[in-house]
């Protein structure tokens, strides 16, 4: 019976996979990071932390968040190819909802989904995507989601959907979509409330992991732990002292640390109003999603000033896409009400 099925939206990004789904009416989002690594982690015994070993073909992996040893998942490949089977499987269990059949929505970057020179769909890629999310996976000691069926919408773009059809947009209105992510730069240019899409753009070497590399390195020469989970969470919380204390531990370096993040953060949002500017001109509107969204808001307001107020930072902009996804493929007859939490990465 599909009607009872349980639909998740699944915007699983290089670095965090963001899943939103309606549960008793409401909205709700988790954020899970990628972290895995090849072989089995044996049982900690005092830790009282999940323990997540997995097996797929003859392959074993485990999801390990501080391991230095982490498989890169921010490669195109990376779509199409174990990791991406794991990190969608381990969101779902992050869920708490008890393992079941389920139909998943899930993304791939623009610049996969169409073909850059003419923006028609790449229905190769998107059905490689399909296959590859139907395939046989197994949790050791524990069950897994069932993934029954599985559709493809592409990254960034349908994250300005119901801001499109609430505001008063012309068919010949031209919106930028700036996705500002972990390790790449996704763009997009949408006509009208969704009648086409006129240009697309991807760039993999800038993201938010600019910021993170540098404030690593900045950890590592304080004598902090320089992980990227709580490099992340500096930037995060550059402006609370009192966070900022508990994670650097030569406070002497602090003032200098936190001038180099905000260089940082500058720089990356130079380029981006750069690759913009270069991309689009003259856009009518520009919505900002993805993790880096707010690091980049300032550096883009400047690039479009004469926009003003048309230059909108999504709300919760890193989930921003997978909620979207979830609010236009729920049923008309089950309108959500208001989200209940984001849990944030
Ligand atoms: N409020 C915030 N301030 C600063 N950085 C943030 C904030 N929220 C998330 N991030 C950072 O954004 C990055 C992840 O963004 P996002 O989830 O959009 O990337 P992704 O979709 O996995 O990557 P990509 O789109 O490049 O494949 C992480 O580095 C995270 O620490
Ligand atoms: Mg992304």
């Not at 992991?209 to 950890?219: E, I």
């Not at 531990?249 to 913009?276: H, W």
């Not at 001109?281 to 993805?290: I, S």
Request: charged fraction near 25%; charge should be negative; proline fraction near 3%.
């Amino acid at each position: 019976m599909t009607a009872t099925r349980i639909k998740f939206a699944i915007d699983d990004g290089s670095t965090n996979v963001k899943i939103s789904w309606i549960q008793n009416g409401r909205l709700k989002t988790v954020i899970s990071p990628n972290s895995f690594r090849k072989d089995w982690k044996s049982a900690a015994l005092l830790s009282g932390q999940a323990v997540y070993n997995y097996t797929i073909g003859t392959t074993k992996y485990t999801y390990d968040a501080t391991s230095d040893k982490a498989l890169s998942t921010t490669h195109i490949e990376y779509q199409y190819d174990d990791l991406n089977l794991l990190a969608v499987h381990h969101a779902l269990l992050q869920t708490g909802l008890p393992p079941q059949d389920v139909e998943v929505v899930v993304t791939l970057p623009i610049t996969q989904y169409y073909n850059p020179d003419d923006c028609q769909r790449n229905e190769e890629r998107i059905e490689a995507k399909r296959r590859n999310l139907l395939r046989d996976i197994s949790l050791n000691k524990g069950e897994l989601f069932r993934i029954v069926d599985v559709q493809v919408m592409p990254e960034s773009l349908p994250a300005a959907l119901s801001h499109l059809i609430n505001s008063s947009v012309s068919e010949f209105t031209r919106t930028l979509v700036i996705d500002c992510g972990g390790t790449t730069l996704d763009m997009g240019v949408i006509v009208g409330e969704f009648d086409d899409v006129s240009a697309i753009y991807g760039n993999n070497e800038i993201g938010v992991a600019m910021v993170t590399d540098a404030t690593r390195k900045q950890l590592a020469a304080a004598d902090s732990d320089a992980s990227y989970l709580v490099a992340n969470e500096l930037i995060k919380r550059r402006d609370d002292m009192a966070f900022v204390k508990s994670v650097i531990n030569d406070e002497s370096r602090i003032p200098q640390i936190l001038e180099r993040i905000n260089t940082k953060i500058q720089e990356l949002g130079d380029q981006v109003a750069y690759e913009a500017k270069k991309f689009v001109k003259n856009p009518n509107r520009v919505y900002l999603v993805g993790g880096g969204a707010h690091l980049v808001e300032d550096a883009i307001r400047r690039a479009y000033a004469t926009l003003g107020d048309r230059v909108v930072t999504l709300d919760n902009p890193q989930s921003a896409l997978a909620r979207e996804i979830c609010l236009y493929h729920s049923a008309s007859d089950a309108v959500p009400l208001p989200e209940e939490a984001v849990a944030d990465a």
